[in-house]
C-alpha cells in the first residue's frame, strides 16, 4: 500500500481534489471530517471536551464558536485539547487503515500536513495549489469570512509556494475541473506504475 498525504492551504481545492481520488476508487481519509464526527451530536469526545472544557458543548455536540476563545492563543489549552482529540483521530485512522487494508493506494486529507509534522506518517505528499489571487476571491466568497479572518488563517499555515517545494506531486486547481481531474489521474497512475512508495 502507498499512502498519499494530501494537503493545500485554505480555499485551494483540496476537497475537490480529495473526491476526485475517491471518484478514482482510492480510499480518503478525511481527518477534519473524523473530528466533526467525533466532536458532533453524540460524538464520543464530546463528554471528554465539556469536562476539560465547560461550556464548551451543547445539544449539536462541541460548539467551535464556544470552544475557540478558550483554546486560542492557550498553549497548555491547546494541548489539553489535542491530548483529547489526537489519540481518537489515530483510532480513526487505523480503523481506516484496517478497513482498506488490501487498496494499493490511500489518501490522507490532513489541512495541516507539514504543520503537524505529518509527512513522516505518509508516504507520498500531494500538494494542491492555485494562484493566490484565485485563493484569496474562493475563500472571501465563504459566508463570514473577511480579509482580517483569512490572513489570520494563512499566519498558521506554512505559505503555499514551501509546501509546493515540499511536495512529491501538486495538483494545479486554478484551471478547469478537467485538468485537475487529468493530474489526479497521472498521480495514480504514476503511482500504480511504480508499485513503492516514493521518498
Given amino acids: 500500500m502507498i499512502t498519499i498525504g494530501l494537503t493545500g492551504s485554505i480555499g485551494m481545492g483540496k476537497s475537490t481534489v480529495a473526491a476526485m481520488f475517491a471518484d478514482e476508487g482510492v480510499p480518503v481519509f478525511d481527518a477534519d471530517a473524523a473530528v466533526h464526527r467525533l466532536q458532533g451530536a453524540g460524538g464520543r469526545l464530546v463528554g471528554a471536551i465539556e469536562a476539560a472544557f465547560p461550556g464548551s ?7 467551535r464558536a464556544k470552544l475557540g476563545p478558550m483554546v486560542l492563543g492557550d498553549t497548555a489549552a491547546l494541548k489539553r485539547l489535542e491530548a483529547i482529540v489526537h489519540p481518537a483521530v489515530g483510532e480513526e485512522r487505523a480503523a481506516f487503515l484496517a478497513e482498506h487494508a488490501d487498496a494499493p493506494i490511500v489518501v490522507f486529507d490532513i489541512p495541516l500536513l507539514f504543520e503537524t509534522g505529518g509527512e513522516s506518517r505518509v508516504d507520498t505528499i500531494v500538494v494542491v ?8 476571491a ?12 483569512f490572513d489570520a ?3 498558521r499555515q506554512l505559505p503555499d509556494a514551501e509546501k509546493v517545494a515540499r511536495a512529491h506531486y501538486v495538483v494545479p486547481t486554478g484551471g478547469s475541473l478537467d485538468e485537475t481531474r ?7 497512475a504514476c503511482l500504480a506504475a511504480h508499485k513503492t512508495p516514493l521518498s
Fill in 57 to 63: 458543548t451543547g445539544p449539536g455536540g462541541v460548539d
Fill in 153 to 155: 488563517i494563512l499566519e
Fill in 138 to 149: 474562493r475563500v472571501l466568497e465563504r459566508p463570514g469570512m473577511t480579509e482580517a479572518k
Fill in 182 to 188: 487529468d493530474a489526479v489521474r497521472r498521480i495514480i
Fill in 129 to 136: 495549489s492555485a494562484p493566490e489571487s484565485v485563493q484569496r
